[in-house]
């Protein structure tokens, strides 16, 4: 009886390959953390003048990846690419400005969330229209993979929703007049405004909460609670906040829960 549990235990196992997998032994066994991070959205994660990946995301990672005791390897995500990656095995984590949906939680797990932020609108300097609504028939830039593109559908249903693979690719249909905005999450718009010496602007305040989570593969508990311990220790010892003011120029107005 015991030799045939055995085999029909082994089995399983042969099928489907991750019963015993354990994600945090295998990080720490490896000593690197592969993340996912994307490379064209300040703050948070971009190329800076001296080449190198830099951002909130960043300096995250690099002090989840020191807690854990490994090097972190960053490779570079979009918006379309983050979770298959995740799901994939092909990268460990992913701090990618990616909020925490539960239709996401379908196809990955989520950390805790450690950023807060909300939908909204990037425009030309001489744009009048200050509501989603005014938009109605307005063509509006959204990234593929992103949720950003059905907010805005949902607040403004007669808007012309134009996707585009990467943020740069939009940034410049709307410096162009291809487009009438760019719709994604309010950091980015008012990063993006700031940084084009009056050009651009933010407009319509927020349609959405959008809380970011890390995503990790499904049924990795050891994992997600060493990688949430860390985020935790975090805020505990004002790393966090010392990064965000660095990024953000301001201190947190809300930071992640930290457990007893």
């Not at 740069?168 to 950091?187: E, F, S």
């Not at 301001?250 to 992640?256: D, R």
Request: charged share 25%.
């Amino acid at each position: 009886m015991f030799k045939k549990t055995l085999m029909s235990l082994v089995a399983v196992t042969m099928l489907t390959g991750t019963v015993f997998a354990d994600k945090l032994a295998d990080v720490k066994k490896a000593g690197v953390l592969k993340a996912g991070v994307k490379y064209d959205f300040k703050p948070f994660g971009f190329v800076n003048d001296k080449n190198k990946v830099v951002g909130f995301d960043i300096d995250l990672l690099r002090y989840i990846a020191k807690d854990l005791g490994v090097k972190v390897k960053f490779q570079q995500v979009t918006s379309k690419t983050r979770i298959p990656l995740v799901a994939g095995g092909q990268i460990d984590i992913a701090a990618a400005s990616m909020t925490h949906k539960v239709m996401r939680d379908d196809t990955i797990d989520f950390t805790i969330s450690y950023f807060f932020d909300g939908q909204s609108m990037l425009v030309r300097a001489d744009e009048r229209t200050r509501t989603a609504k005014g938009f109605a028939g307005k063509k509006v830039g959204a990234i593929q993979g992103a949720t950003s593109g059905e907010n805005f559908k949902k607040a403004s249903p007669k808007a012309k929703i134009i996707y585009f693979q990467e943020y740069p690719q939009a940034v410049m249909a709307l410096r162009k007049g291809k487009i009438d905005a760019v719709t994604t999450d309010l950091v980015w718009c008012s990063t993006q405004a700031n940084d084009s010496k009056g050009k651009l602007k933010v407009t319509g305040g927020t349609i959405s909460f959008e809380p970011y989570g890390m995503g990790i593969a499904e049924n990795e508990s050891n994992f997600r609670d060493a990688v949430n311990i860390a985020i935790q220790k975090s805020v505990k010892d004002g790393y966090y906040a010392k990064s965000y003011k660095k990024w953000f120029g301001t201190n947190p107005k809300v930071i992640p829960e930290v457990w007893p």
